[in-house]
């Protein structure tokens, strides 16, 4: 089992480009969570996931992001119109079930640098 | 102010001393509490869940405890290794949040000297 699996690790891209982030849960986890680490912030919740189905994009921002899990792939983080602001570790978590309270795992997240 | 706050932000300690980490939260009521260790360049990996009612939980040299009156939560570390060397991070579950919205603290640097 290979664990949650992030791609890229480290992902640059200049003002105004579009930066994709993928998260392929751990086998048989259809739970995806995302979340945002600025530079000596905690985490924060982004959105949840479940296949096909967007839960939770209640700590998203309304523009330039979205998400989603399609049926088959990766979940994917879409950041569109990058701006410095956004330079931010990205991680994503899975679970079997929905929650923190069934095998809660993160991967090792992206590192998105804007120039 | 955060509702998840932890001291010291870092700590340096020579290998086979013990050290204890310090988290207060104001997120209340909650459902679970737990500390996190973050390598460098890695996720987060759980260490121990708490409830509200439980005062102690270890995971082999780790022990957290909880003191829900004062809003204290603790993770001592016994005979510290190299490996230790980490962030240590507090994360809180409020009840009104569901079972997903947790609240991180922006965690305690832990290095541990040869």
């Known amino acids: 089992n290979a664990g949650v699996m992030q791609n890229p690790r480290h992902l640059v891209r200049r003002r105004g480009q579009e930066a994709r982030l993928r998260c392929s849960p751990m086998?048989?986890?259809?739970?995806v969570y995302w979340y945002r680490q600025l530079p000596e912030e905690g985490l924060k919740f982004m959105v949840y996931?479940?296949?096909?189905?967007?839960?939770?994009e209640s700590g998203m921002p309304k523009e330039r992001f979205s998400a989603e899990f399609p049926k088959e792939g990766p979940s994917i983080l879409r950041i569109q119109q990058v701006v410095r602001g956004d330079s931010a570790a990205y991680f994503c978590?899975?679970?079997?079930?929905?929650?923190?309270?069934?095998?809660?795992?993160f991967g090792s997240g992206t590192r998105l640098t804007v120039v | 102010k955060n509702q998840v706050e932890q001291s010291p932000q870092s700590l340096i300690i020579l290998e086979g001393k013990n050290c204890t980490l310090q988290?207060?939260?104001?997120?209340?009521?909650?459902?679970?509490l737990r500390w996190y260790k973050q390598d460098t360049g890695r996720g987060p990996v759980s260490l121990t869940i708490?409830?509200?009612?439980?005062n102690t939980k270890s995971n082999g040299r780790y022990t957290a405890t909880l003191d829900a009156d004062t809003k204290q939560s603790s993770l001592h570390i016994t005979a510290s290794q190299l490996s230790d060397s980490a962030s240590y991070i507090c994360?809180?579950?409020?009840?009104?949040?569901?079972?997903?919205?947790?609240?991180f603290g922006t965690g305690t640097r832990l290095k541990v000297l040869a």
């Open positions: 978590a899975s679970s079997p079930k929905e929650g923190g309270n069934y095998g809660y795992t």
């Open positions: 086998k048989g986890h259809s739970h």
């Open positions: 996931l479940q296949k096909e189905n967007i839960i939770d």
């Open positions: 988290c207060n939260y104001t997120v209340s009521p909650f459902s679970n």
């Open positions: 708490m409830t509200f009612s439980e």
């Open positions: 994360v809180v579950l409020p009840i009104t949040s569901g079972t997903y919205k947790y609240i």
